[in-house]
């Protein structure tokens, strides 16, 4: 594994967050301005991610946010949290990999047409956010 998992967050990852799905690859994702993010590979095709709380913990704020919003707008499924980080060592939250690019990038390489298109759409997923 090349990310930096110590063993406290690694017994998590096995007993409470991912059991009986071994990790085989762990690798830093882009992107997170406040968080690190890591890419989980387990032994089947599943990918997950672990964000790791580094300057302000909205570890449980995330969590609850994911389960509030999922039905209403795409939003990655949270599979576990550790907020207070009393199991893991640290707070983490494991949801779901969605893949992607980021927004930034996508609108650097569409035509204005479609540009639109992707802002008309963030529009509608934010608005769809402030209804709850």
């Known amino acids: 594994m090349s990310a930096d998992l110590h ?12 059991p009986g799905r ?3 690859r762990a690798e830093p994702l882009a992107g997170g301005y406040s968080n ?6 387990t ?32 939003v990655a499924e949270v599979v576990a ?13 494991v949801s779901r990999f969605v893949p992607g690019i980021l927004a930034r990038e996508a609108l650097a390489r569409l035509p204005e ?3 639109e298109e ?3 759409a963030t529009g509608g997923a934010l608005a769809a956010i402030g209804t709850v």
């Open 43 to 74: 032994d089947g095709v599943d990918r997950y991610v672990l964000r790791r709380y580094r300057h302000r913990n909205t570890c449980a704020v995330e969590a609850a946010l994911a389960a509030r919003l999922a039905g209403i707008v795409p």
């Open 81 to 93: 949290a550790d907020p207070d980080g009393g199991s893991a060592g640290e707070p983490v939250l």
């Open 22 to 24: 071994p990790i085989l």
């Open 7 to 18: 063993p406290q967050l690694l017994d998590w990852l096995a007993r409470d967050a991912l």
């Open 113 to 115: 047409n479609e540009a």
């Open 118 to 120: 992707l802002g008309l």
């Open 36 to 41: 690190d993010n890591i890419l989980l590979v």
